[in-house]
């Protein structure tokens, strides 16, 4: 083998050594997520912020796939609004953008309308996704106000109580 060739032989085994070492890097990912604690506590304080305002609510918080870790049924709240929070939930999570906004758009946006025939979808405001930064780990889905925009209301406002905590 000449100089040249084995100054080749090495660009190719260097080249194949790196593009080992980036897939190695690649095929494992570290994501932040939501914790059993901050899930309860997002859930306690939304159902506290809509019973303060006379609303029986729902609260379930999701994580960043969609998993339920924390469901608060407020005291007179309808069956119906353990399903429907869960729904608003993992659209949130799943989209990570207020179902208000989602369904603002479908209503706009003849192509975002067919969202509604994704399965477990549910485009009604009051699914708020939860963020650190710009990393959505999970979402609150409350039902139960008597408007998608209170519902909206008393998850912002347990987000809120909990800046602290997302950062």
């Keep these: 083998m000449t100089h040249r060739h084995h100054a080749l032989a090495l660009v190719i085994l260097s080249a194949a050594a790196c593009t080992a070492t980036l897939a190695q890097a690649q095929a494992v990912r570290t994501e932040r997520n939501m914790s059993l604690a901050l899930a309860t506590q997002l859930a306690t304080d939304t159902v506290t912020a809509c019973t303060t305002n006379g609303h029986h609510v729902t609260a379930t918080v999701v994580d960043r796939a969609g998993s339920v870790r924390a469901v608060m049924r407020a005291d007179n709240a309808g069956p119906h609004t353990v399903e429907a929070s869960l729904q608003k939930a993992?659209?949130?999570?799943?989209?990570?953008?207020?179902?208000l906004a989602m369904m603002e758009n479908a209503q706009k946006n003849p192509g975002a309308a067919n969202?509604?025939?994704?399965p477990g979808f549910l485009l009604l405001g009051g699914g708020v996704p939860v963020k650190v930064g710009n990393e959505t780990i999970g979402a609150i889905g409350v039902g139960g106000a008597p408007g998608g925009h209170l519902d909206e209301?008393?998850?912002?406002?347990?987000?809120?109580k909990a800046k602290d905590l997302l950062k």
């Design 90 to 99: 993992f659209t949130s999570a799943s989209a990570k953008n207020t179902t």
């Design 115 to 118: 969202l509604v025939h994704i």
């Design 153 to 160: 209301q008393c998850a912002m406002a347990a987000l809120d």
